[in-house]
T-cell receptor
Framework: AQRVTQPEKLLSVFKGAPVELKCNYSYSGSPELFWYVQYSRQRLQLLLRHISRESIKGFTADLNKGETSFHLKKPFAQEEDSAMYYCALSGRVQGGSEKLVFGKGTKLTVNP | NAGVTQTPKFQVLKTGQSMTLQCAQDMNHNSMYWYRQDPGMGLRLIYYSASEGTTDKGEVPNGYNVSRLNKREFSLRLESAAPSQTSVYFC???WGRGVGGFFGQGTRLTVV
């Protein structure tokens, strides 16, 4: 079964401080992992894909297969980073369908 | 480029009423998804569809039905609405595993 766990519901940091949002996953195959961001009352936007190893808005995330983790990091948080962050996993299920499941999300607040 | 379009944006239903939430994407994506978003629960998968004519249950399918009318459209039907179905509903589509999902703007449904 596919499962994504985000252990922190809330995370509060000060502007300029480093931030790390944790994500752990469970999946028997080779996972595709993503981070999404949702600003207040807006649609979810794709932030990062593990496959592209990119840095978006200063955020990076590394897939650690040994620890089954995909933590999101930023060295210096900005107030505009305040938002809801979701970790997601896309995996193939029996029958060949592609299932996209999400964690419960972490609400990040960056204080001035 | 519209992306993923959901209608309606807001809806109030009385208990026992029925309604259909519409979703359409113009990106030629194969997979489509319906989620509900509730405080503290994150995004929970209701139903998904790998291709036209196929649908699969997600985590919370009870009380819902879906139709994948064609490659573009994936509708969600509530046959007899209940207050527990008060939520924000998101439709998403995904082309392939490594690409990630694209979301609609959401439907805010209140059942009284």
């Amino acid at each position: 079964a596919q499962r994504v766990t985000q252990p922190e519901k809330l995370l509060s940091v000060f502007k300029g401080a480093p931030v790390e949002l944790k994500c752990n996953y469970s999946y028997s195959g080779s996972p595709e992992l993503f981070w999404y961001v949702q600003y207040s009352r807006q649609r979810l936007q794709l932030l990062l894909r593990h496959i592209s190893r990119e840095s978006i808005k200063g955020f990076t995330a590394d897939l650690n297969k040994g620890e089954t983790s995909f933590h999101l990091k930023k060295p210096f948080a900005q107030e505009e980073d305040s938002a809801m962050y979701y970790c997601a996993l896309s995996g193939r299920v029996q029958g060949g369908s592609e299932k996209l499941v999400f964690g419960k999300g972490t609400k990040l607040t960056v204080n001035p | 480029n519209a992306g993923v379009t959901q209608t309606p944006k807001f809806q109030v239903l009385k208990t026992g009423q029925s309604m259909t939430l519409q979703c359409a994407q113009d990106m030629n994506h194969n997979s489509m998804y319906w989620y509900r978003q509730d405080p503290g629960m994150g995004l929970r998968l209701i139903y998904y569809s790998a291709s036209e004519g196929t649908t699969d249950k997600g985590e919370v399918p009870n009380g819902y039905n879906v139709s994948r009318l064609n490659k573009r459209e994936f509708s969600l039907r509530l046959e007899s609405a209940a207050p527990s179905q008060t939520s924000v509903y998101f439709c998403a589509s995904q082309w392939g595993r490594g690409v990630g999902g694209f979301f609609g703007q959401g439907t805010r449904l209140t059942v009284v």
